[in-house]
């Protein structure tokens, strides 16, 4: 037990070594604001209050605001995922790949979210849709698509 303070100790008179040196030196320290997580809406994949290019601006702007890095701004993304987005990326294994940087997968999410229209949208385009009088089936069913 002794043999672990007197190691804990020492490892702290080397930070303090460190961080000496560094104040020396002039690095400037960089503070990270993780409060502006709040702001940044989530990403449902379906919900319409919230568009991923709002998602993306929020989540971009509250990063530089902040100084988060590159790696900060990936996880924040991932952890601000829900629902139907959230199991779009589970599922895409390219974006698991340790070298997935936030453009990567802004793009993928931007391929897969570029519809503008919720999910809640085409369903009652379908529930509304009418045959019309001299229409035929083949013709309703890809007038469903328009």
């Avoid at 994949?45 to 530089?64: C, K, M, Q, V, Y």
Wanted: net charge positive.
């Amino acid at each position: 037990m002794a043999y672990a303070h007197l190691q804990e100790l020492e490892e702290s008179k080397s930070e303090i070594q460190r961080l000496r040196l560094r104040m020396s030196l002039g690095a400037p320290t960089v503070h990270k604001d993780i409060s502006l997580i709040s702001l940044i809406p989530t990403l449902s994949g379906s919900d319409s209050t919230n568009s991923l290019e709002e998602f993306i601006s929020t989540l971009e702007a509250s990063g530089r605001i902040g100084r988060w890095e590159p790696k900060v701004t990936v996880e924040i993304a991932l952890l601000k995922l829900e629902g139907s987005a959230q199991e779009f990326y589970q599922g895409c294994t390219e974006l698991h790949t340790r070298d997935a940087s936030w453009n990567t997968i802004k793009e993928v999410f931007r391929k897969r979210y570029k519809d503008v229209h919720t999910d809640l949208y085409h369903y009652a385009r379908l529930q509304l849709a009418r045959q019309g009088k001299n229409e035929t089936r083949k013709n309703l069913q890809t007038g469903v698509g328009r």
